[in-house]
């Protein structure tokens, strides 16, 4: 990717898509989400920071894992945790 605002979503050379369509952190305790994020390094997909318990955030924390693509129907984007930074693709 040319021109990526971070140097993590400058490393990512194919994007992984949702494999599920549901967070599965939300799943488990019966919980619901706004939108769904596919993180880059482990393919899992979790909820985004407008859902109650923003588990595509802690995971990048916890994990170390910086980049999710929205997981969204017709958005095709990145965003790095860390640096706070978007690219289309
Ligand atoms: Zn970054
Ligand atoms: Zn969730
Ligand atoms: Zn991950």
């Not at 949702?18 to 393919?43: F, P």
Request: aromatic share 6%; net charge negative.
């Amino acid at each position: 990717m040319t021109d990526a605002p971070c140097t993590h979503i400058g490393a990512i050379s194919q994007v992984k898509h949702a494999k599920r369509h549901e967070c599965e952190e939300c799943v488990k305790i019966g919980s619901g989400w706004v939108h769904l994020r596919t993180c880059q390094e482990c393919d899992r997909t979790l909820c985004c920071d407008s859902s109650p318990n923003r588990h595509a955030s802690k995971h990048a924390k916890s994990s170390g894992h910086p980049v999710v693509a929205s997981a969204e129907p017709g958005e095709r984007w990145l965003y790095c945790f860390p640096d706070e930074a978007f690219a289309e693709y």
